[in-house]
Structure formats: C-alpha cells, structure tokens
C-alpha cells in the first residue's frame, strides 16, 4: 500500500473543525495525548508500518519546514 496524499475525505473542513472542538478546551499535555490516542487509533486501522512510517516521515518534514 501506498500513503495517499491527494485529498481523500468527504468533508474535511467538518473533521477539522471536530478536532478543533475536542482539542481546545484541553491542557497542553491533555491536547497531545489525545491527539496521540488519535494517531494510534488510525495507525492501527491503516495497518501498513511502511504507509505508517512515510506518513511520520512527511509530517516530520513539514514541521521541520515550517521552523
């Protein structure tokens, strides 16, 4: 499997605004657990370590980009 990176979702702006809502009345380190929990709930429903691990290496590179 490959990791897609064209758009994929029905209503994205809907997704974000829901993690926004479950994010912003959170602590920090509460904020990141659960965005965490998120990831690994969705790693294990992608199942791919490979798909996994190109995903991790792009977000790494966009974070580092935006440095």
């Known amino acids: 499997m ?5 758009p994929n ?4 702006d809907a997704i ?3 993690l926004i809502a479950m994010l912003e ?3 920090p380190n509460m904020a990141m657990r659960l965005c965490a929990r998120l990831v690994l709930l969705l790693a294990n429903h992608v199942g791919d370590k490979g798909v996994i691990d190109e995903a991790i290496d792009r977000a790494a ?3 580092d980009a935006q440095k």
């Open 9 to 12: 979702l029905e209503d994205p």
């Open 61 to 63: 590179q966009l974070t």
């Open 16 to 18: 974000y605004e829901k």
């Open 2 to 6: 490959q990791l897609k990176l064209e």
């Open 25 to 27: 009345s959170q602590e």
